[in-house]
């Protein structure tokens, strides 16, 4: 270091001498341990020297390959290539300014990124292409992509290629914080030092424009025009060649990256050159903004790096092949190795993307280890006894996160992500009660990791880049500050947020189910909290709509019941048992969804007696039954759950808790005992008997009424799994004017036209059998009715009448449905 005569040259022998002092730290605490006796005497120390000296004698022909490198490269510009003094006094000049550490072929790269074999192959198709091309519409290649993406490695071999094709190529690879390749003003020095080296009429046209060293304080435009623009216009037509500036986002200063690609925007103005540029960096917002402006917009093109789970497994079979061939403890594991189940798991943990996959196989490729061991380690088989797998990725993410101005807000969104919630942004801003375009603006920063919509009232989910991601959130070990998963103080605040979502409720109560984040959330975004007095509170005005819903309701509030008992001091008796009600009511809809796929047996034996029946149950009790048989369409799928029956028939949960809980004092909780009451009720033989002709009517108005709510969005289309057979129920009414007046608005709202629902053409032909009991048939109305209905003259409507018919025949013999019934 003392005798070095550059400062690159310094850099690089501090560098190593770091290094080697760091090996020698650790042998001399072995030492002093053990004993240097003792040490020798021991295999595994003397393993553990061994792999020191080979990681030694890497680093010692890497400076010894950088050194040589550096010489040859300087001696053959400044010697062996025949030069003019002035020539010669340019390119030392320029020298002086460059960061010779910065392009694809630099010693201190070694060994650079680049992609694997087989890999990548469509986008350096379409690079090559653009290289071998002249389009001045695409004179500057974007390529975006989030952090791990691999843009490095595919502007690498980018390079490798090119320069391989003796195509010339001029490259920057800026680096973060270096005091060398994060410099701007060092970036078109370096570039015009690259082609003066590779073309020797631009050598020599730059002669005039180095000048003085002064050129180099100028703004970069001025460096741009006067060092590379100027001179490469006095070539001939025939010379083409690719720039390449990896890592924009990496050159210190935002402003100072937009002026890079403002300078190259400018400098193509009234220049023909065919000189073309390759800008690869992370989608970030002002970059991503940068070239949205006119002077960007018909001089580039884009390509953003996709993931390629195709490309991954290449990678990872390739790489467990070689480490399974070279690898000096893999003697005797049986083949295949990995097992393809692991295989894909890997891969899909990937999310597509290289980063994970290389980051995997450098943890399990360390020569002072068991590959076998390793990979335990990171399927979760194993923990760790030496540092993180993952220390390298966890350094790129809390890079990234460091970096979002407001911390707080971006920890109160992360805890949404760390719970595996998958929501549109305005969602998230409805559950942390932020205002519209607060969670955009916070995660702008964040878009190498997350991918965030280009505006912010875009209703796409917001997602990770990188499954791996997620599992640093949920990792304290990992994440540290950033920890959001279960356990952390975010993830109780989130707790609260959810259990305030829950209890949303309006004057309409059928507004409650209309895009509310609140249906995003199950039993386990509260269970997984610490059960305080605090969540307590917000636990009492929680809204039924969002506990008792199928499919999990049962299970669902007997984990929220169960979590609630363990708060100590215990909550409110009155709490308790509101919770309890809520669970009764869903182990009864359990039962009572399963029970109407057994009615069409009509040779049940065990049957309640009908007396018995009528002392459990209430004729509200009875029309709840009835709702679940006579609105079970058993062909297309299974009976309606009790949330949307509730609203067929417009009951509070106040009213379900009064018609439904005394039930637990006479047949308990049992499932099977209320099975068996709910069969004695709705038995094709006595179905008639229990019921009115007003059950009928209420459940046909109910049910039209109900369409019409999803129509006009007061419902989510979920509901129109509310009433299935709304037609077939308002055909087996007698005639009646306020159902009339009900399917004439649902025929207005368009109510019962949409053509997705499997049952519609069931449910139209029923209405108009029923219009046509009238004494005086409402013609029109029928008319346009059947304008719904398939086009009578082809096979397809033909069969679909009969097919009709049939499920009426059939809804009749399931519920015992017996026209006669209502004749008087």
């Known amino acids: 270091m003392e005798h070095a005569t550059s400062n690159e040259a310094k850099e690089r022998a501090r560098r190593l001498s770091e290094y080697l002092g760091h090996e020698m730290e650790e042998f001399e605490v072995l030492q002093k341990r053990r004993g240097i006796v003792k040490v020798l005497e021991s295999d595994q120390d003397v393993t553990t020297v061994e792999a020191a000296v080979r990681r030694i004698d890497a680093q010692l022909r890497s400076f010894q390959l950088a050194v040589i490198s550096s010489i040859e490269k300087n001696t053959e510009v400044l010697r062996s290539i025949a030069v003019s003094g002035r020539e010669q006094s340019a390119l030392q000049t320029l020298y002086r300014v460059t960061a010779t550490d910065a392009s694809h072929d630099s010693g201190e790269r070694f060994p650079p990124p680049q992609c694997h074999p087989q890999t990548r192959t469509d986008i350096l198709q379409q690079f090559s292409h653009w290289a071998s091309t002249n389009d001045p519409s695409t004179r500057i290649l974007w390529l975006h992509g989030p952090a791990g993406a691999g843009k490095s490695a595919i502007a690498q071999t980018l390079c ?118 390759l800008i690869a960096s992370r989608p970030e917002p002002h970059i991503a903004e940068l070239f949205q402006e006119p002077s960007l917009q018909n001089i580039h093109r884009e390509i953003n790096i996709a993931p390629s789970f195709t490309d991954i497994h290449t990678f990872l079979r390739d790489e467990f092949g070689r480490i399974s061939q070279d690898h000096r403890m893999m003697v005797g594991v049986t083949a295949p190795w990995p097992s393809h189940e692991v295989l894909e798991h890997l891969i899909q943990r990937s999310s597509g993307y290289f980063i994970y996959a290389a980051t995997v196989i450098k943890f399990i490729n360390d020569p002072d280890f068991r590959p076998t061991d390793r990979l335990n380690i990171i399927m979760g088989m194993a923990k760790p006894k030496h540092g993180s797998p993952y220390a390298a990725l966890d350094q790129l993410y809390t890079q990234i996160l460091d970096e979002v101005p407001d911390g707080s807000q971006l920890l109160r969104i992360l805890a949404v992500l760390a719970a595996h919630h998958v929501l549109p942004m305005f969602q998230i801003e409805q559950l942390l009660g932020l205002e519209s375009g607060d969670v955009w603006l916070t995660l702008r920063r964040a878009r190498s990791v997350l991918d965030v919509p280009s505006q912010h009232m875009d209703t796409t989910p917001l997602r990770s880049h990188h499954a791996s991601f997620i599992d640093f959130l949920q990792d304290e070990a990992r994440s540290g500050a950033f920890f959001t998963g279960p356990g952390s103080i975010r993830h109780q605040h989130l707790g609260a947020h959810v259990l305030d979502a829950l209890s949303y409720t309006c004057k309409d109560q059928s507004l409650n189910a209309v895009g509310h984040v609140a249906w995003e959330f199950n039993e386990e975004d509260i269970i997984q909290c610490l059960p305080t007095e605090d969540l307590v509170a917000r636990l009492r005005p929680v809204n039924p709509d969002f506990i008792v819903k199928f499919p999990d309701s049962q299970s669902s509030s007997e984990k929220v019941l169960e979590w609630l008992k363990t708060i100590q001091p215990a909550p409110p008796e009155d709490l308790i048992q509101v ?111 229990f019921h009115p002709a007003a059950t009928l009517q209420h459940l046909a108005q109910g049910g039209m009424r109900t369409m019409i709510n999803v129509t006009t969005n007061h419902l989510p289309v979920r509901f129109y799994a509310a009433a299935p057979l709304w037609g077939s129920v308002l055909r087996a009414c007698p005639p009646d004017t306020k159902l009339l007046e009900t399917l004439i608005e649902s025929e207005r709202a368009s109510a019962i036209s949409d053509p997705e629902r499997p049952s519609n053409t069931s449910n139209v032909h029923n209405a108009i059998e029923w219009l046509k009991t009238f004494p005086e048939s409402p013609r029109q109305l029928i008319e346009r009715i059947q304008e719904l209905l398939p086009n009578s003259d082809n096979s397809r409507g033909a069969s679909t009448n009969v097919d009709v018919e049939d499920l009426w025949v059939e809804w009749k013999k399931t519920t015992g449905w017996r026209p006669s019934h209502y004749a008087a």
């Open 579 to 689: 919770w309890e009600a809520y669970h009764f009511m869903a182990v009864c809809d359990g039962a009572w969804r399963r029970a109407p796929r057994k009615t069409r047996n009509a040779a049940i034996d065990v049957l309640l007696d009908i007396n018995l029946v009528l002392a459990w149950t209430s004729p509200h009790l009875i029309e709840l039954f009835h709702a679940y048989v006579l609105l079970y369409d058993s062909v297309r799928g299974p009976p309606p759950s009790l949330d949307k029956i509730r609203h067929v028939l417009d009951y509070s949960w106040d009213d379900l808790r009064r018609i439904i809980c005394p039930l637990r004092e006479t047949v308990g909780q049992d499932s099977h005992a209320l099975e068996l009451l709910f069969l004695s009720a709705c038995h094709p033989t006595r179905i008639n008997e």
């Open 160 to 277: 490798q290629e090119m320069a391989a094709d003796d195509h010339p190529v001029a490259s920057f690879f800026f680096k973060r914080g270096d005091p060398s390749r994060g410099e701007s003003m060092k970036l078109f020095p370096t570039i015009a030092y690259q082609l003066a080296y590779l073309i020797p009429e631009f050598r020599t046209a730059i002669v005039d424009c180095v000048g003085g060293a002064h050129i180099f304080n100028k703004p970069l435009s001025t460096q741009l025009k006067t060092l590379i623009m100027e001179p490469w216009h006095q070539l001939p037509n025939t010379h083409n060649a690719i720039v390449v500036i990896d890592g924009l986002d990496e050159c210190t200063g935002e402003k100072r990256q937009q002026e890079i690609v403002r300078s190259i925007a400018q400098g193509f103005i009234g220049n023909p050159t065919p000189l073309r540029f």
